[in-house]
């Protein structure tokens, strides 16, 4: 059973940093696609950063630049190191793992992120 717990969540000024973390469970970590999914108050929700096992990686336009996207398969772990946060990055961050070649989603519960001064 696939298991994604997210961390890293929290309130943090205009212009702050803040790093998400998920761990994945129950998979086997190297052969899955990892991403970060936002949903901000109502709006749908959307991807933020994905990476596969090797060296590929996508980004929104809106977080190019300030956002990076980086995972350690000997932890079974991927991050989103977020900079230079903007009130318009508020919303419930989700991590997700989708198996290279499926198009089914694993997704964990959610972390908010406010960004607010």
């Known amino acids: 059973q696939v298991q994604l717990v997210e961390s890293g969540g929290g309130l943090v000024q205009p212009g702050g940093s803040l790093r998400l973390s998920c761990a994945a469970l129950g998979i086997v970590f190297s052969l899955y696609r990892m991403g970060w999914y936002r949903r901000a108050p109502g709006k749908q929700r959307e991807l933020v950063a994905a990476t596969t096992g090797v060296t590929t990686t996508t980004y929104s336009d809106s977080v190019k630049g300030r956002f990076t996207i980086s995972r350690d398969n000997a932890k079974n772990t991927v991050y989103l190191q977020m900079h230079s946060l903007k009130p318009e990055d508020t919303a419930v961050y989700y991590c997700?793992?989708?198996?290279?070649?499926?198009?089914?989603?694993?997704w964990g519960p959610g972390t908010q992120v406010t960004v607010s001064s």
């Open positions: 997700n793992a989708r198996r290279t070649g499926s198009t089914y989603d694993n």
